[in-house]
């Protein structure tokens, strides 16, 4: 009965560390908002799907080419890049960690 008492409150333990906290679920959703509101209508913003521009990488695929934990200061300065169809971006530091978290959200 021990045993199983034990394993039991191990179960609990792994289910509660890895579970997010509220705060990080609700900044990966609002990151989430913003992706769909700002960049979807050119990148994949989600888990799947293919980019409306097919120049611009999806989403889900970033954290193979940058460090998106990486992107805050560029997303707060305002993110630029070498495409000229794409526009120059600029967040406030709250809304940037929350893009973060989201890109971080679609590594798993």
Known sequence: MRGLA???VAGAVVILWA????AQEARV??????ALTTC???HAV?????????EAPTFRTLHRRYPVEDLGEALAEGIASGHPAMPEFRFDADEAD???????SLER
């Open 98 to 104: 929350a893009l973060i978290a989201y890109l971080k």
């Open 40 to 42: 979807a209508r050119c």
């Open 6 to 8: 034990r394993a039991l």
């Open 46 to 54: 989600g888990r799947v799907g293919v980019s409306p521009l097919a």
């Open 29 to 34: 959703r609002r990151g989430e908002t913003i």
């Open 19 to 22: 579970a997010p906290a509220p």
